[in-house]
């Protein structure tokens, strides 16, 4: 099995453990968040830290609207 196949069925897991749509969107937030956080306390890298930002108010707000308009 391919480590995207393998990744795929992690969140299908996550998915049937009772996680939502809106719940993973809003973990990868958090993730990008605190990449964003670490480029910036070690590398120094505004620019790519910006990005990471970016990414991830976009997948919060993305979240955010998941849940309000599907409810999962």
């Given amino acids: 099995m391919s480590t995207r196949e ?7 897991a996550l998915l049937d453990g009772g996680h939502t749509v809106s719940d993973i969107l809003s973990m990868l937030a958090e993730v990008c968040d605190d990449k964003a956080d670490h480029i910036e306390d070690n590398w120094q890298d505004d620019t790519t830290a910006k990005v990471w930002r970016k990414l991830s108010v976009r997948l919060a707000n993305t979240s955010n609207q998941v849940h309000r308009h599907y409810g999962i």
Avoid: F
């Fill in 6 to 12: 393998t990744y795929k069925r992690d969140l299908e």
